[in-house]
């Protein structure tokens, strides 16, 4: 699905860096609601969701567990249960909210770490799937439940040493905190099975963001092998593979985008080589995809507040940090479009800050764009997954709203931007507290 006759044209947007909406439209939502804000297409979530059940569709059992805290907003967690996508849960208030999605039994996946045994009791009385990270967990998990075992327990595995998939190192395993050993693996499923529990699912998770299209297939391989092993050496019962998250998308414009559909068809040509000889052709793939699914799906939009000519040319804009840390914190490239100016060649080059006081808070530096002015609105391109989620309150700043653009263009507020009263509504001194309701009312605009 290389050529451009047959890719998506989601996939083709990706490719090209083009904003999902014009300048018109942006400027139009935001006279009713100020920058900075997230924003996300509904039809691009559809598209992708299509796109990725079409490339797992020769798998009856395939199921995406959407990993909920790359976009934890309950309108776009229901809208991937509309299209029959499950939860992945790392916490118990991520429970909560699939839950309050109307997200339920083994529609939910508990897959976290150094979990807390009261997790376990919640994602039990939901039904939920529980992912056990360590071997540790055996015994935790049924203390938690009163001596009880659910009927179907996942195991995590960590198979150590380093990750290759194309002949390309991109993890190394044996430096990661989660899973556990082969033979962890292996003992876990046999005590397990003799204390009652009747199916297993085996998970791992090798590698974050990782480009090309082999990751999935090279993790399949290693997943579908283990699970004839555990079949053949402990004889229960493995009905799923989770190949959890971690496949990339194309943050620079140079950077090819991940075929969804050689992904698929790569794991099925190792299911057929692996699993179909083994007698356990019936086995279900999972995913647990966050980023691949929602990162091209939504953006941050930001205004250009003030530009600044020192040693760098600084344009700052009304979001921060705060917003969206990947910057800051990794690094991490977030392509950026001057509305109005897409696709425009580049004639100066600018550092794009925020208003934290801390001079990691730049968006982009040594940045090519065409040249911006004051007023102008910034595309953030795909923030849509551990975007807002990250989010945070330092230098008392605010999370931004977050809009949701709909198929037939209109944009609705899918939750507003926090206020100063939420900032202090943890607050717990007395007469402080007293004071600061007072000072909250006295800054409230009139027209409030
Ligand atoms: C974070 C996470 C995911 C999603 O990762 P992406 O990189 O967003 O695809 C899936 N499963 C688990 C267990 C995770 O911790």
Known sequence: MENGTTEAAGARAERAKRPFVSREQLEKVALRHPTPFYLYDEALIRERVRRLQEAFAWNPGFKEYFAV?????????????????????????????ADACGVIGRNVMLSSNDTPPADFVHADRMGALINLDSYDMVACLADALGGRLP???????NPGGTFAAA??????????????????????????AAAGVREFGLHAFLASNAQGDGYYPALARILFELAVRVSRETGVDVTFVDLSGGVGVAYRPEERPVDI?????????????VLVPAGMGDVAIFSELGRWLLAPCGALVTRVIHEKVTYRDYLGVDACAA????????????HISVMGFEGAAPTRTYNVVGGLCENSDQFARDRPLPQVHIGDLLFVHDAGAHGRSMGYNYNGRLRSAELLLHEDGHVELVRRAETPEDYFVTVEVGALGERVRRKLEEARPPDA
Do not use: W
């Open 69 to 97: 805290k790359a976009t934890p907003t309950p309108a776009i967690v229901a809208l991937l249960a509309e299209l029959g996508c499950g939860c992945d849960c790392a916490s118990a208030t991520e429970l909560l909210l």
């Open 151 to 157: 009927d179907v327990v996942c195991l995590r595995v």
């Open 167 to 192: 002949n390309q190192i991109i993890g190394a395993p044996e430096d990661s905190k989660f899973g556990m050993t082969v033979e962890q693996t292996l003992a876990a499923a046999k005590e397990l």
């Open 261 to 273: 559909a050689a992904v698929g068809e790569g794991v099925r040509r190792a299911f057929e080589r």
């Open 323 to 334: 917003d969206l840390m990947r910057p800051a914190v990794y690094g991490a490239y977030h």
